[in-house]
């Protein structure tokens, strides 16, 4: 569990290290909406997306606590988190990819100051070979989301939030294996209850959809949705009891909903922002309630760009 102070002390912490995000807006999408949307611009964020907050709330605790070398086993946004935040912080990093990682990514963790680990196709002996790197070496392993560290690093989003717009009325955010919802999600109902906080899933990674359906952790084959931070199976351990607690509801978008998104964002604002990202506003463009201040959490804009043309309606 954590609390509305947990996250203001890891406001605190991370300051410096992170940019406050804008809050971008588009006329035209609002009028045609009859309400007022509004991006959280997490594509603006250092490392290009808001994994950097936990990442950097984790590590520094860990630092503080001795550590010179961190380790994680993620070729996405959260490899290059740890490995860019590593660097500044003076520790040494190692992020542990599948064989078959894209180049681009590999590239990235590399000129971030990681060293990069080629292991294995699967994320159960990646997480094995991290923690055997972990114990050889005395590193500490910083896992994606299930852990309170990085929840409520994520959850500085939920205040910066409130700060920046105090009468938001409803507030989408993607969902992977919950580390972003659950954190931003405590410090939303905890300043203001009356917040909607909505969840987004794409249809074909509906882990925690389902798992509120049933009312315990429910997991689902593994899945290719384009939202490639949304793949997670199973909502995490200690991320779902907060959804289940705080989240108002929890929408499932599709493939086409994601691609009408990100072509939207990109023609309309000019912002290149990543699938996972994109159905946060999806959901926000299909369920459109009149007259209301909506906050879409733009997670990341990390997307290589031969894919673009792919991702375009
Ligand atoms: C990791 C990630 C998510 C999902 O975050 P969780 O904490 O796993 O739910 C969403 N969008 C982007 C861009 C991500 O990198």
New binding site residues.
């Given amino acids: 569990m954590i609390s509305l102070n947990d996250i203001q002390k890891a406001q605190e912490w991370i300051a410096s290290l992170v940019v406050r995000t804008p809050l971008l807006t588009s006329q035209t999408i609002s009028a045609e909406h009859g309400n007022q949307l509004f991006l959280k611009s997490e594509h603006l964020q250092k490392t290009g ?1 808001f ?1 950097i907050r936990g990442a950097t709330h984790k590590v520094l605790l860990t630092a503080n606590e001795g550590a010179q070398h961190v380790v994680a086993a993620s070729s ?3 490899g290059q988190a740890v490995a860019y935040i590593a660097r500044q912080l003076g520790l040494q990093s190692t992020i542990v990819v599948p064989e078959d990682a894209a180049l681009c990514k590999q590239a990235a963790i590399q000129a971030y100051g990681g060293k990069v680990e080629l292991f294995g196709t699967n994320s159960p002996e990646r997480l094995q070979r991290a923690a055997q790197i972990s114990e050889e070496n005395g590193a500490v392993f910083i896992p ?2 299930d852990d309170p560290a990085i929840m409520a690093g ?1 959850g500085t989003i939920g205040l910066e939030i409130i700060e920046q717009l105090s009468d938001v009325d409803i507030v989408y955010v ?8 659950s954190g931003v999600a405590v410090a939303l109902k905890e300043l203001k209850p009356t917040i909607q906080v909505i969840g987004v899933e794409p249809a074909l990674a509906q882990d925690t959809y389902l798992s509120i359906q049933k009312g315990e952790r429910t997991s689902i084959p593994p899945t290719q949705t384009i939202a490639d ?2 793949r ?1 199976s199973i909502p995490g351990e200690l991320t779902f009891p907060l959804v289940q607690r705080f989240v108002n509801d929890i929408v499932l978008v599709s493939e086409d909903q994601i691609k009408q998104a990100f072509s939207l964002v990109l023609s309309r604002m000019k912002q290149l922002i ?1 699938p ?2 994109a159905v946060a506003v999806a959901a926000a463009l299909a369920h459109p309630p009149e007259g209301k201040r909506i906050v879409a959490v733009v ?2 804009g990390n997307v290589d760009l031969d894919r673009i043309p792919s991702l375009l309606v």
């Fill in positions: 997306s994994k996405g946004n959260h994606p989301y994520q993607p969902v992977g294996g919950g580390g972003l919802i931070g949304l997670t990543e996972s990202a997670s990341g």
